[in-house]
């Protein structure tokens, strides 16, 4: 099975989402830093008898729910520009991979290079809702648009047999 990825913007960016924000959960220290800020103005604010305690809460509560907002907002806005980087309208071709099932390799090629990967050294691969996404590596991944699969759950069942069920997430 030969998979010739044309990428798009909307591919990536919805990579890019799910890869910070679902695998690698980078939200939960922000939300972690608003949590304890916002507790801790509720608790200057339970105290409001004490001198200071009402503006000491009203800071917390700003800092506490700005930095995430911040945060997240400097998200979207480098996401826009990774996006924009990779110069993908219109949609391009990226690489090629090749599958066999008697194989126990994937062979992926781009412009420049043809590699081999062997499938017992595969991360992990994920199914989402418009793409499967193979980690080659914690950090590498190639992206597989389900709209570019002619049998998305022959490859993703490909994908179970080669990798088995603990390196397959869906």
Same mark, same amino acid.
């Given at each position: &099975?030969?998979?010739?990825?044309?990428?798009?913007?909307?591919?990536?960016?919805?990579? +890019?989402?799910?890869?910070?924000?679902?695998?690698?959960? +980078?939200?939960?220290?922000?939300?972690?830093?608003?949590?304890?800020?916002?507790?801790?103005?509720?608790?200057?604010?339970? &105290?409001?008898?004490?001198?200071?305690?009402?503006?000491?809460?009203?800071?917390?509560?700003?800092?506490?729910?700005?930095?995430?907002?911040?945060?997240?907002?400097?998200?979207?806005?480098?996401?826009?520009?990774?996006?924009?980087?990779?110069?993908?309208?219109?949609?391009?071709?990226?690489?090629?991979?090749?599958?066999?099932?008697?194989?126990?390799?994937?062979?992926?090629?781009?412009?420049?290079?043809?590699?081999?990967?062997?499938?017992?050294?595969?991360?992990?691969?994920?199914?989402?809702?418009?793409?499967?996404?193979?980690?080659?590596?914690?950090?590498?991944?190639?992206?597989?648009?389900?709209?570019?699969?002619?049998?998305?759950?022959? &490859?993703?069942?490909?994908?179970?047999?080669? +990798?088995?069920?603990?390196?397959?997430?869906?």
């Amino acid at each position: &099975m030969t998979i010739a990825v044309k990428l798009n913007e909307s591919n990536f960016r919805h990579f +890019l989402i799910f890869n910070i924000l679902k695998r690698l959960k +980078l939200y939960k220290s922000p939300m972690l830093f608003a949590s304890i800020l916002t507790v801790s103005a509720i608790i200057s604010f339970i &105290m409001h008898t004490v001198d200071g305690a009402v503006m000491l809460g009203l800071v917390l509560l700003l800092v506490g729910l700005g930095v995430p907002v911040v945060y997240f907002v400097n998200f979207f806005l480098s996401l826009q520009k990774q996006v924009k980087l990779q110069n993908l309208n219109p949609p391009r071709l990226v690489y090629t991979l090749h599958f066999e099932e008697n194989s126990d390799a994937i062979e992926i090629s781009n412009e420049t290079e043809h590699v081999r990967y062997q499938y017992k050294d595969v991360y992990h691969a994920y199914y989402e809702k418009d793409s499967i996404y193979l980690f080659i590596t914690k950090d590498r991944a190639f992206l597989l648009p389900l709209s570019l699969l002619e049998d998305q759950d022959k &490859m993703w069942n490909l994908l179970v047999t080669k +990798l088995g069920t603990e390196r397959c997430t869906r």
